[in-house]
Nanobody, 116 residues
Framework: QVQLVESGGGSVQPGGSLRPFCVASGSTFSNADMSWARQAPGKGLEWVSG????????YYAASVKGRFTISRDNANNMVYLQMNSLKPEDTALYYC?????????RGQGTQVTVSP
């Protein structure tokens, strides 16, 4: 069973950058596709980005494509989300998710707040 712990969120001004990351425990991490999802206040869970188990393919929601980059380090059981050109509408609780969508097992989340 994989356990996921997210960190690296924070508060930034519009146009700023953050790089939340997720540390996974469990021997099956390197075999698992992984994703990031987010939930803004009062809204449902939104899939943001995904990466294949071997890191060879990545996918992005239209709302973040060109601004966010997902990556992983299977040797250290970590997944990253580089977020650039942040906008106020990116404010949300960001989750690391096991699997290719937003509905899989996820951690407790890390808060990202974008405001002037």
């Amino acid at each position: 069973q994989v356990q996921l712990v997210e960190s690296g969120g924070g508060s930034v001004q519009p146009g700023g950058s953050l790089r939340p990351f997720c540390v996974a425990s469990g021997s099956t991490f390197s075999n698992a596709d992984m994703s990031w999802a987010r939930q803004a206040p009062g809204k449902g869970l939104e899939w943001v980005s995904g990466i294949f188990s071997d890191g060879r393919a990545t996918y992005y929601a239209a709302s973040v494509k060109g601004r966010f980059t997902i990556s992983r380090d299977n040797a250290n059981n970590m997944v990253y989300l580089q977020m650039n050109s942040l906008k106020p509408e990116d404010t949300a609780l960001y989750y690391c998710v096991k699997g290719s969508g937003a509905a899989g097992y996820r951690g407790q989340g890390t808060q990202v707040t974008v405001s002037p």
